[in-house]
Antibody, heavy 123, light 110 residues
Framework: QISLKESGPTLVKPTQTLTLTCTFS??????????VGWIRQPPGEALEWLAV???????VYSPSLKSRLTVTKDTSKNQVVLRMTNMDPVDTATYYC???????????????WGQGTTVAVSS | QSVLTQSPSASGTPGQRVSISCSGS????????IYWYQQLPGTAPKLLIY???KRPSGVPDRFSGSKSGTSASLAISGLRSEDEADYYC???????????FGTGTKVTVL
């Protein structure tokens, strides 16, 4: 059974760097096709995809946030870390990580999500 | 702003059929698989439909997805009170080289 859980600060100051950790179980990021994605949702707004990292260390970032995002994995700890630099109040949102899986015929969607972690950006 | 456009709201009475549309372009909906997510109030999104019309295990067959050209639809038949939620379409966009979500549709059960 796959599960994921996000952790990190609930409050960051403008210009600071946000570091979020996704700790997962039930799959391994060393297995072909496996991936972990990051998505955020500002209060009352729609979902926004941020990034994904795959088993082979392939990383894809949202073009609009690419310069501010870094995603890494630690397979020994079953963790994925998202870093977002230069935080601004508009980055206030609930941040989710989710399991992704794909093969040569395509992807199966973000099929299991963490509960989300709320991050506020304020001085 | 999102490149996938959804109507902001939809509603129906219990037992009715409700349809939600998702409009995109040739670089996303027209070219790649569509996914649908359900977000119940105060909870994380849940995958409802993958690869245009496939249901994950545990998703009732009241939910169905379809795609034609650059548009896609999610239909909910036999509407139930527990279906009241926000629904999002999503797809990979080849031009952006990114996964994109729709603007979201709030379904209300009257």
């Amino acid at each position: 059974q796959i599960s994921l859980k996000e952790s990190g600060p609930t409050l960051v100051k403008p210009t600071q760097t946000l570091t979020l950790t996704c700790t997962f179980s039930g799959f391994s990021l060393t297995s072909p096709g496996e991936g972990v994605g990051w998505i955020r949702q500002p209060p009352g707004e729609a979902l926004e995809w941020l990034a994904v990292i795959y088993w082979d260390d392939k990383k894809v970032y949202s073009p609009s946030l690419k310069s501010r995002l870094t995603v890494t994995k630690d397979t020994s700890k079953n963790q994925v870390v998202l870093r977002m630099t230069n935080m601004d109040p508009v980055d206030t949102a609930t941040y989710y990580c989710a399991h992704d899986y794909g093969e040569s015929t395509g992807y199966y969607g973000l099929d299991v999500w963490g509960q989300g972690t709320t991050v506020a950006v304020s001085s | 702003q999102s490149v996938l456009t959804q109507s902001p709201s939809a509603s129906g009475t219990p037992g009715q059929r409700v349809s939600i549309s998702c409009s995109g372009s040739s670089s996303n909906v027209g070219l790649n698989y569509i996914y649908w997510y359900q977000q119940l109030p105060g909870t994380a999104p849940k995958l409802l439909i993958y690869r245009n019309d496939k249901r994950p295990s545990g998703v009732p067959d009241r939910f169905s997805g379809s795609k034609s050209g650059t548009s896609a639809s999610l239909a909910i038949s036999g509407l139930r009170s527990e279906d009241e939620a926000d629904y999002y379409c999503a797809a990979w966009d080849d031009s952006l080289s990114a996964y994109v979500f729709g603007t979201g549709t709030k379904v209300t059960v009257l």
